[in-house]
């Protein structure tokens, strides 16, 4: 009777607990549930950061939680990817950066302490956005051509803010240099929050930027642009000429992306992917980049993916041609 009892009661428990699983397993599978963060390696009001906002903003919307921007800047983009690869890859944890570490750190760093291909997964591109050189008033000079015959008439003497050792701003200026044959001096700060600021006090005499963190000076007369990145002019600054009409075939634009560690669930990749897309696609995600001189794009993980190897081999090339070793 006892063995009875005991064999019902066991009867018992495996029903309840086969009432329980679907629940359980519709709870765990309503992605996402909570807040996602978007951790970005550099300052407050530099162009992956405003990426990261104005898609963030648009993305909580879609996914109907909120999603929150951390600032990590710093040692390269080290700091923000121990954030995230320190994270549970669970779908929560995400970061927004643009290719200089992936196509430029690991080029010149000997321990950088991650590694693309082991610690991260692309999800989507966000933007793509040109660079502006752009001078201080005190120099004197209205053009490119002009601020490299002062340059070569009194080498040494003047300098450049970027970004950090070993960022696209840094690498994109030393290039220039050693096609030019120009010595300037290298001021590295953290992100363009300070750099663009060191510019306009006249702590520099040029740097180089996104055009989000230079707008506001260039209308009150702080700064002047000189030249962009690409190859062609931009219509959100058509009197600014290319850097290509000095240096033929010279084209860099900063394409800003979103990554995952490794390990990271396919589907919720596959879902923020998705949402990126749609959002990068959405007239008013166009309309606020466009304000700022940016591109909305969007893409599969796969597109990405390829985007950030197409950089890695270009920047090889211009690390090369800069002669920059690693340290």
Do not use: C
């Not at 063995?3 to 428990?13: A, H, I, T």
């Not at 909120?66 to 890859?89: E, F, I, M, R």
């Not at 663009?196 to 009150?220: D, K, R, Y």
């Amino acid at each position: 009777m006892r063995k009875r009892r005991n064999f019902l009661m066991l009867g018992v428990l495996a029903a309840l607990a086969a009432l329980a699983l679907p629940a359980t397993s519709s709870a765990q599978g309503a992605y996402p549930n909570r807040p996602i963060k978007f951790i970005v390696p550099y300052s407050a009001g530099g162009l992956p950061d405003t990426v990261a906002r104005i898609f963030g903003q648009r993305l909580g919307e879609s996914l109907g939680q909120s999603v929150v921007v951390d600032n990590k800047p710093g040692a390269n983009g080290v700091l923000a990817a121990q954030v995230l690869t320190s994270s549970p890859a669970d779908g929560y944890t995400f970061m927004v950066t643009d290719g200089s570490m992936f196509s430029i750190n690991p080029a010149i760093y000997r321990n950088l302490g991650y590694d693309y291909k082991r610690d991260f997964v692309p999800v989507s591109l966000a933007a793509r956005a040109p660079l502006y050189l752009a001078v201080h008033p005190k120099t004197g000079v209205g053009t490119l051509q002009d601020f490299i015959a002062l340059a070569k008439a009194k080498p040494g003497t003047l300098n450049y803010g970027s970004s950090g050792v070993g960022s696209t701003h840094h690498l994109t200026i030393e290039s220039m240099k050693a096609t030019l044959g120009l010595e300037l001096q290298h001021i590295p700060y953290k992100g363009t929050a300070q750099s663009v600021p060191a510019l306009v006090n006249g702590e520099v005499n040029v740097t180089l930027s996104a055009l989000p963190s230079l707008i506001g000076f260039v209308m009150s007369n702080q700064v002047k642009l000189l030249a962009i990145t690409t190859a062609e002019r931009s219509p959100h600054a058509p009197d600014v000429p290319p850097v290509a009409d000095v240096i033929p075939g010279f084209n860099v634009a900063v394409a800003i992306g979103v990554l995952a560690a490794a390990g990271t669930p396919a589907a919720a990749v596959g879902r923020i992917s998705a949402d990126m897309d749609t959002i990068a696609k959405n007239p008013e995600t166009v309309q606020a980049l466009a304000k700022l001189g940016v591109e909305a794009v969007g893409s599969t993980a796969a597109v990405y993916g390829r985007v950030i190897e197409d950089e890695n081999a270009r920047f090889a090339k211009a690390i090369q041609a800069a002669g920059i070793k690693p340290e």
